[in-house]
């Protein structure tokens, strides 16, 4: 959809009506504080605690989002309430909550996701079942009984989601930040909750420090903006048309032709490029898969990445400053729509090769936010915020989903005694007939990532995105988003058939059986999203279903404009080569992989050669950033900072002092301590020892003595006062 420019969007107002928002994301916090002060030691309490709060904080928010839906003109007069916080002189920061559409559709897909990982956890994490003797804290349980640290995980995700709530209802760009590093805290806890493998170590602090480096130039963003401003308030820069125009028009202090308003855009969107996992910080998020299968949904669909492309969404209007529809892409969108469809297509070649379920599915979500950041850099405002709102639902259930087939695997791996990874597809084979409700919601999920025409709602999403690079003219932007389309489906294709199609390729998978409705419930849930959310955003031109069901998507976003959106019109390319792309990669998944056996070499590895290798090793990213970045940080950190500088000149120079000390002691007690001190205080001590050896000689006790001593004293004193005076 062709979007006005970042000074069109409406000016805010204000609204009495904000009683229910800050109780939204109260409720989780609350639960995270009882779980771990009080109720950690009752697994049963502990999760009826959290999903309790967040069953609350579900009711809250979809009472907001039925408020915000029915209030009219909500952008212009946003449900807003704030109060001061941090004095600054005369002045203060303020913080409070905001809900305007954008706000509303985020709280919508944020809760009912949550909630949905939140029910799924009881049964991932085996509720009801003893704990095995020999499961330890730290370390996956490995017989199928509860996870021994049960109750800490529910207070971690109940953190999580208060994290993820607090940023999406924040008002100013502080206490989004706020939110973000409290869901960068909590993927670090999350991603290591099973701290005792040395894989899980490696992945939190991967994922810790990479999100860091994002979230450095974020920061350095958010303080050029205040020093610009004097604000962070989205009422004071996002719907004010003359901040717009004045950080537009302003030179930066990089100089080089960019504004002030295109520096902070970059910087804001380098700490997105870090969240989301854009190239080229990527990395972490494939190795995020090292946590619970719950985490991974959590991190993929409901938080965590969705916030990095939130992020760009609430500064469209920033990113976008000094920008018209018609006019060349300024350098910052073209920064943004360059990054976002590289990292689509560059993500999407990956994930043809993995064998780890979670794995394709990880890359999945590096390619599909890529969609959504192209959709930004091309000012495709309600494009990227609408496939945003489907991609939480669909990856929430293919993450839940794949979930469910490795508890499934596991269970027949324990029964069977066989060892194997419980992950890797090449070992499932025919769990459509072990696991039917799993396969049947699982199949609807991998559709919707591939764009399956009319039916599901990634296509509807997706095609938005196309349609929107194709009318603009940005083709080298649509080809590749339309050959990351096809590599979408295809994988898509190829994980469906591994996992569920063919006969078992292992005992395990032949014994596998179909998960415990706290598990499936949110999966049919998640289905039903996954093919109903994109029927709210259908075209109006579009072919017989326009004009069916009204695209209120458009309308409700397209309120934050104060010129109406004009929808893309209608071209039958880019509808032909999204359906070609979603419907040929599905077919061509399916022939490569239908007969797929056990033991037998990947068909692509001998149709690639190869480049099969290039792709299954990920282009050797993590090898060239060890190799660039790690080895170096040790070896200056061990070498040059250990060795040579601590050791060598910090521990020398106090060893030196220490030296210097010890022999200015030693002088001080030979030559003065001693001799002087101690030899005057001994000779006064002998002198008077002396004297009172000498005089003790008159202490007889006789007492005929001591009265001719007073006699000759008396005479001798009368003597001298008689003569002598």
Known sequence: MRQSSARRLGAAGSSAHHVLTKPVFRAPILAFGLIVLFTHRSNRLSHTLAIGAMLISWGL???????????????????????????TGDTALRIGVWVDPLTAVAL??????????????????????????????????????????????????????????????????????????????????????????????????????????????????????????????????????????????????????????????????IGTVGKSAQWPLHVWLPDAMEGPTPVSALIHAATMVSAGVYLIVRFF????????????????????????????????????????????????TISQLGYMVAAVGLGAFVAATFHLFTHAFFKALLFLGAGSVIHGVEHGAHATHEHLDPNDMTGMGGLRVRMPLTFWT??????????????????????????????????????????????????SMRQISLTFLGGPRTTAAGHAHESTWTMTLPLVVL??????????????????????????????????????????????????????????????????????????????????????????????FDELYDFLLVRPAYWFAETLVYERIDRGVIDGALHAIAGLGSRVGSFLRNRIDLP???????????????????????QTGRVQLYLIVGVLFTGLLLSYLLFLT
């Open 442 to 491: 699982f199949l609807i999920g991998g559709l919707a990532l591939s764009g399956f025409p009319i039916l599901t709602a990634g296509f509807w999403s997706k095609d938005e995105i196309l349609a929107e690079a194709y009318s603009t003219g940005h083709l080298v932007v649509f080809g590749m988003l339309a050959l990351a389309a096809l590599l979408t489906a295809f994988y």
């Open 61 to 87: 928010a979809m009472a907001v989002f039925w408020q915000a839906v029915t209030e009219p003109e909500l952008a212009q007069h946003p449900i807003s309430s704030s109060i001061d916080w941090l004095p």
């Open 317 to 364: 209007p920033l990113i976008t400053a000094g920008w018209e529809h018609g006019e060349p892409l300024t350098t910052t969108m073209t920064v943004v729509a360059g990054i976002g469809a590289f990292t689509a297509l560059f993500a999407a070649t990956i994930a043809v090769t993995q064998n780890d379920i979670k794995r394709v599915l990880a890359y999945s």
């Open 676 to 698: 002087v001190v101690n030899g005057s205080a001994d000779f006064v001590g002998e002198g008077i020892k002396s004297a009172g050896q000498e005089i003790r000689v008159v």
């Open 527 to 620: 289905a039903v999203f996954a093919v109903g959310a994109g029927w709210i955003g259908i075209p109006e031109d579009f072919p017989v279903l326009g004009g069916l069901v009204p695209n209120w998507w458009h309308g409700f976003l397209g309120e934050t404009l104060l010129e109406p959106a004009a929808e893309v019109q209608f071209n039958p390319v880019p509808l032909l080569v999204s359906v070609g792309a979603a419907l040929g990669g599905l077919l061509l998944g399916w022939l490569v992989y239908r007969n797929a056996r056990a033991g037998a070499p990947d068909p692509l590895e001998r149709a690639l050669g190869p480049i099969y290798t290039v792709l299954r090793r990920k282009y050797y």
């Open 108 to 269: 919508f897909f944020v809760a009912w996701t949550c909630l949905a990982i939140f029910v799924y956890s009881v049964g991932y994490h085996n509720f009801g079942r003893p704990r095995d003797s020999k499961d330890r804290p730290g370390f996956p349980p490995e017989t199928g009984g509860i996870e021994p640290m049960y109750a800490r995980f529910f207070a971690f995700i109940s953190l999580f989601a208060f994290g993820m709530l607090t940023l999406v209802l924040s008002d100013n760009l502080l206490l989004l930040f706020v939110g973000w590093e409290i869901m960068g805290l909590c993927s670090y806890l999350l991603i290591g909750f099973w701290y005792g493998k040395e894989s899980a170590k490696a992945a939190m602090v991967k994922a810790f420090i990479t999100t860091r480096v994002g979230d450095v130039f974020m920061l350095l963003g958010l303080a050029y903006l205040y020093s610009v401003t004097g604000t962070l308030s989205y009422r004071e820069i996002l719907f004010s048309e003359q901040t717009l125009q004045h950080l537009a028009e302003l030179p930066s202090v990089l100089g080089g032709g960019i504004s002030a308003a295109g520096l902070i855009g970059l910087l804001l969107f």
